[in-house]
């Protein structure tokens, strides 16, 4: 067990041990005095086996993703505001709005339990940003080295409004408008930028934001959107490509519609890669018919999420299942999916 | 990347890689040639960011559990059954039924996907056994050395039927009776005769199994049982522990109503284990007020999980927050909750 003990000069209590993943003592005692100060609410107080609401009836929607991010913190956020934000997210570009959060920590023996308890404090500011409740969780430890400090999972739970049309990749049809609500690659430079020590200047912070709040009004003023997605893991070119492909029709998109920081390209030259493909974790790239773009714009730039919001392209029919990125010195190459990795562990 | 090639003569293509976690094109081949095949419902089809259903109103029940079992196949079972009934079992002791899971992989780089295709399948499986459906998941990749081949999170959805009372330990009180579905320690001794290379004769499986239907079954028959609980991590005197605390309360058992087969008995013995804080995967502790025992104890007696079903003890109230064993020889002793770790990573 030496491992645990006194490795910087703190003392072994402080970290997580085996047993805290037993479901015995110290396992009700981390529950205790980590989780419930920070998640406490109503629902999640009783700590049952599951965690009870009510809902009012009508659809609603379930999403989940695991976090290994990696380091767990970095410019702009940390692995707990990514966990509750993406989630909140793959419901928000859904059309549902987010109500309650599952989380489940996998955490590694050893790990400093105030590293655990910044995460836990940044998860629940998050979730009181995006409105949303952490109902119901769970905590399993493994042995040194077989985790790399702390994964986590959340799942969430979000209510479709009445009346709220069908959105998704299949609705997607020649004449729409691409709208995407911002610049791209901060997030996926901030992780590069923290694993290898570039000293950018002025830092490249992540995006990593809730974005339901802008996507539920969004939804009131351009009912008529076709899909939304947000552009994470594969970037935008693979969210465009998925939905190139399964609606069968041509995406055109116009570099120099794409806001991308200074910065952002400088890394991208260095290291040899397209910030087409890096992770963004606060944007929404939104399909909607082109009579709805003026209201969309407007009501995007509103937040202060959406303010470099800008049509960036539109749909066409004539290859069905391709992306094509219109350059700036007016040619034309076609944006393939991601192959291969470029970044891994950025969510 | 030495060590994804030909490791057991197998092919390289046929391991996990880091490209598989990107979100670009090999991601989407395992979803459609390891996933899809085995989970396919109309719900998870359209593979958006979150997946829709019908609610019909009323109280719904949320609850998530990762998997971290060592090993990941053991007798009786694996991680994929473990991940469904597991969920499954815990909406079900909290008076739910069943209806969705989300899933969450976390996966090592090198990992045969030949593995993966096993455990997805025992997964559909044990979804199909309970009726729920798997509608909603991620999969995440982290190098050699990060995790100890896969991790599973699933996050579940259930339905509390209209009428249903409120289950919890809050509400047992002196004079309810304390049912067990069956023996103890299986689940716990399985995972340590897999680990260990323990030869036992006959062979203790796992009792990993879903337990939706019987406890649905039951709380027609019964609806006035107080509190349920599956006693996983930490077993039976885990669980009742909990009980005593929470309704300030004492629970009294008699060890010579408790099952427990030779084998467990033995290995107990052998390994200075008590069968009491074994983990079971595939047992309900029922708490109910005495004139509901003979009719709950006739249902469970009907299936296959309770057909050992027996009243081991019941609630009293003269020491608050206490469990008390009474011996074969006539003895009483305090059983306490679990202190440190009697067996890691069983769930």
Redesign the interface.
Same mark, same amino acid.
């Given at each position: 067990m030496q491992h645990i003990t006194n490795m910087e000069g703190d003392n072994m209590e402080d970290r997580i041990?085996?047993?805290h993943?037993? /479901? +015995? *003592? #110290? !396992?009700?005692q981390l529950t205790e005095e980590v989780f419930l100060p920070v998640f406490d609410n109503p629902l999640l107080g009783?700590l049952?086996?599951?965690?009870?609401?009510?809902?009012? /009836? +009508? *659809? #609603? !929607?379930?999403?989940?993703?695991?976090?290994?991010v990696k380091p767990l913190f970095f410019p702009g956020g940390d692995i707990g505001r990514l966990a509750v934000a993406g989630t909140v997210?793959?419901?928000a570009?859904?059309g549902?709005v987010p109500l309650?959060l599952?989380?489940?920590?996998?955490l590694e023996e050893g790990l400093p339990i105030n590293i655990l308890k910044k995460v836990a404090a940044s998860m629940a500011r998050t979730a009181g940003e995006a409105g949303v409740k952490i109902?119901?969780?769970?905590t399993?430890?493994?042995?040194k080295?077989?985790?790399?400090g702390m994964?986590i999972?959340t799942?969430?739970?979000?209510l479709?409004p009445q009346g709220q049309g069908?959105?998704?990749?299949?609705r997607v049809r020649p004449g729409d408008r691409i709208i995407l609500s911002g610049s791209i690659g901060q997030h996926g430079v901030a992780i590069l930028a923290a694993r290898e020590g570039l000293d950018l200047s002025p830092a490249v912070l992540s995006d990593v934001t809730p974005l339901n709040k802008m996507l539920e009004d969004l939804l009131k003023e351009a009912p008529g959107v076709r899909a939304m997605?947000?552009p994470?893991?594969?970037g935008l070119a693979?969210t465009l490509n998925e939905w190139a492909v399964t609606a069968g029709v041509t995406i055109r998109i116009k570099e120099e519609k794409l806001a991308i920081l200074p910065q952002v390209h400088g890394v991208c030259e260095l290291f040899g890669f397209d910030p087409l493909?890096l992770a963004n974790e606060g944007k929404a790239v939104i399909a909607l018919p082109p009579e709805e773009v003026p209201a969309a714009l407007e009501l995007l730039q509103r937040h202060a999420q959406g303010r470099e919001a800008a049509v960036i392209g539109e749909v066409t029919g004539e290859r069905p299942g391709t992306v094509i990125l219109e350059t700036k010195v007016g040619g034309e190459r076609i944006v393939d999916?991601?192959?291969?990795?470029?970044l891994?562990?950025i969510c």
């Open positions: 041990l085996m047993a993943g037993s /479901g +015995g *003592k #110290l !396992a009700k009783p049952e086996d599951a965690a009870v609401f009510h809902s009012p /009836g +009508g *659809k #609603l !929607a379930l999403t989940t993703d695991s976090y290994v997210n793959d419901l570009v859904s549902a309650y599952s989380v489940g920590f996998i109902i119901t969780g769970d399993k430890v493994v042995e080295g077989m985790a790399d994964y999972n799942a969430g739970v979000g479709i069908e959105l998704g990749a299949r997605r947000d994470t893991r594969g693979t493909y999916m991601l192959t291969g990795e470029q891994p562990r």
